[in-house]
């Protein structure tokens, strides 16, 4: 009995969240910036993110309506850390960002997110792709675009594609103007969609074959 109350105790604590490593974790990526800028900082994240994708493993589906279920279910490696929905076959929509507690955790604790978390997103925008709000979104995007890689439905691979994104302080970045329409009609939705789903949700993206 007594080791039965260690046991819910000590499992109640693993799933207890730590704003100790949140904090943390952001003034280490802090440092990196601080010592070899928005560049190091980025190719930092983007390999630290891409390597997370790497150690999970490969899968493989018959069909898009088995990758589908596996990927609400949070089975998929790529749902593995957010919760989803898809108002299309194609179109996934992420409700609450993973990264949202962190972000709470900080900026009560420490106050607003340093320069260099946008900056970073600056530098990843400008030399990577568009869609990034800050040093999350690069962390984030990269790693669903590498897990994407791992993934094949009826022998072809996914593929990712970033519609858009909103951080908890409301900021957002939408994809440019001339790729919109087309990941619009990729993702099987109209610009009114989009924006409705933006109201109450904090990511927009698209998985598809070719």
Known sequence: MKEDLYDDQYKAKLGRH??????????FLEDIGD???AAGMNNYLMSLATSLA???PKEEYSSWDDFMESLLKGESIIS????VHCPTENCVVTETCPFTE???EYTKRIGEFADIHKEVAEYYNSTVKPGAVDSQCIIHQTFRKA?????KVAGKTVK???IEAVTPNADEKRAPDEWLPILLNKADITETELNMTMRNNDCVWILYTE
């Open 18 to 27: 730590n704003p100790f490593v949140d904090v943390a974790a952001y003034l």
């Open 35 to 37: 010592k070899q800028g």
């Open 54 to 56: 790497k150690s999970m």
């Open 80 to 83: 593995s850390f957010e919760d």
């Open 102 to 104: 962190g972000w709470q």
């Open 147 to 151: 897990a994407a890689e791992r993934i």
């Open 160 to 162: 990712y594609a970033q």
